[in-house]
């Protein structure tokens, strides 16, 4: 079946992996005693992202790139201190886009 899918489609390659975590687009699933356990994930080998917008965006710009990276936070996080460490990644990523 997964051969079957790669075939599909030639650019996306799906693999398959066992473990306690998987990395599926940007969020970390962990499997922590039969709960699945969900979080934004960060790579660790890039630089920190600087929004993509400058001082002649037009306000929209800025206002959905922070509502989009808000729900993310929100739907992703399990628990409040994983929000919490989310909301301090955006606050450090709008500090180092200044």
């Known amino acids: 079946m997964l051969d079957e899918a790669n075939r599909f489609h030639p650019n996306i390659k799906l693999v398959l992996q066992i473990g306690r975590s998987v990395l599926f687009l940007d969020v970390l699933i962990q499997n922590s005693n039969g709960a699945l356990i969900t979080s934004v994930y960060h790579e660790e080998a890039t630089e920190s992202y600087a929004v993509p917008f400058g001082p002649d965006h ?3 710009i800025f206002r959905n ?3 989009t990276d808000i729900t993310r936070a929100v739907r992703y996080s399990r628990a409040l ?3 919490e ?3 301090r990644q955006m606050k450090l990523m709008f500090l180092y886009n200044r």
């Open 65 to 67: 790139t922070v509502d």
């Open 58 to 60: 037009p306000g929209h």
């Open 81 to 83: 201190f994983q929000f």
């Open 85 to 87: 460490e989310e909301i």
